[in-house]
């Protein structure tokens, strides 16, 4: 979005298009290039030529991956076996062996849990499970396949359709699309779920599952000397993209610690930061799904509930706030440690959407002449350039078919 000039808040762009009543999508290169199911790459010289710096956000299988990751890891040893319990010391509660099946015992100095919903080894030490489900509420999801129209283009985004009582995401693959219904189970149930994606989707879906959720984290990631990652510490929605970033952050901070110091156990103030910070993490990317139903939607008994009870006070009060004042990076509080968290680059776009943002607020973020004449002229050039690249982008079903060939 170019540099944002002198005294103007990040967004700048994104509060001049909400001041003239315009779509805060149209300040993205992506827009353009989803209009016309294009990838972001263009061809020349029978190669792949990015068309920005900023690329998809791939979808991958996970089995896949797993193998491929496996090939790269180097000294160490995969063992396939089942936990059947914990060996632990007597007076500090630290596990210090895992009897396995077979009567096979592995003696461990860091256990690091990644069992998943099962939470097999941070479940035994203690942790409590805190729900998110008053301002989550769907807690069932029917998964379905989807065949491409072979004569159709192949869509370069996810996407999430509001439902009756939830949503419905579409994951576009090469083969075909990865679909489902997260509902909730107070307002349908799984048939009534099936019949209304059938109805909506005009041709019948084979249901593979009915899977139970439960989205909320733990109250300690990090117990003695085991610390749960990935979806033994937290479950959020199904699409998982916040569920992989949370993993990352986890580790990333695991790795400010050497082995040694993990094998000897942090002091209990360091533990204690870490479960603060990893959980502020997850609480804050709660706070904003949780917004998304703040639409003002009351067409259904789940909207209307969402409507009247669903969105959390500290999400009330916000919107409240950015009616009169610009959302801006100094509206969120940062993270400990200077971790990513969920800013202005991700609310403006959502709340501009639902069209949750004061336009009198945004004005006076670009209130001054200069600023305002800055602002067209900047979205003008971006809309030539979008519209240049989105003409020379290939499609997106040619994309994919590209790196088909390549494996």
């Given at each position: ?8 808040p990040s ?10 009543g ?8 992506f ?48 063992i ?7 060996l ?42 805190k ?57 349908i ?81 360091e ?9 502020g ?24 509930d ?33 971790l ?16 949750l ?9 670009v ?27 290939i ?13």
């Amino acid at each position: 979005m170019g540099t944002t000039p002198g005294g103007a808040p990040s967004n700048w762009l994104h509060h001049a298009q909400i001041a003239a009543g315009k779509r805060v999508a149209d300040t993205h290169l992506f827009t353009a290039l989803m209009r016309g199911n294009k990838s972001a790459y263009a061809r020349k010289d029978g190669k792949l030529i990015p068309l920005s710096p900023y690329h998809h956000a791939y979808h991958f299988d996970q089995a896949r991956l797993g193998r491929f990751l496996a090939s790269k890891a180097t000294g160490i040893d995969h063992i396939q076996t089942e936990v059947a319990a914990l060996l632990r010391d007597p007076a500090s509660g630290d596990i210090t062996a895992l009897q396995c099946s077979g009567d096979r015992q592995i003696d461990v100095d860091f256990v690091i849990d990644c069992t998943g919903f099962r939470r097999a080894i941070i479940g035994q030490m203690g942790a409590e499970w805190k729900s998110y489900g008053a301002m989550l509420p769907l807690n069932k999801a029917i998964p379905f396949w989807l065949d491409h129209d072979p004569k159709a283009d192949i869509a370069p985004y996810t996407l999430a359709r509001a439902m009756d009582a939830g949503w419905m995401w579409g994951i576009p693959v090469h083969d075909r699309m990865g679909c489902g219904y997260v509902f909730s189970d107070a307002h349908i149930n799984a048939d009534q779920a099936k019949d209304e994606l059938e109805t909506r989707l005009r041709r019948p879906v084979e249901i593979r599952r009915q899977i139970d959720i439960d989205p909320g984290r733990l109250d300690q990631s990090w117990i003695g000397n085991c610390v749960a990652v990935g979806l033994a510490q937290s479950f959020l929605e199904p699409l998982e993209a916040t569920s992989i970033h949370g993993t990352l952050v986890q580790m990333l901070l695991l790795l400010r610690a050497t082995p040694t110091q993990l094998a000897a156990g942090p002091l209990p103030t360091e533990r204690a930061a870490f479960n603060q910070t990893v959980a502020g993490q997850v609480d804050d990317f709660a706070d904003f799904i949780n917004i998304h139903y703040a639409g003002g939607r009351r067409d259904t008994p789940f909207w209307a509930d969402m409507t009247e009870g669903g969105i959390t006070a500290r999400q009330r009060d916000r919107i409240a706030a950015w009616q009169h004042t610009p959302l801006s990076r100094n509206s969120f509080t940062p993270l400990p440690g200077g971790l990513p968290h969920v800013e202005e680059q991700l609310y403006t776009p959502v709340l501009g959407g639902l069209g949750l943002l004061g336009k009198d607020a945004s004005a006076r973020a670009v209130g001054s002449p200069g600023l305002k004449k800055q602002a067209r002229s900047a979205l003008a050039q971006l809309h030539q350039d979008f519209t240049g690249a989105a003409r020379k982008a290939i499609r997106h079903r040619t994309f994919l078919a590209s790196l088909a060939a390549r494996d």
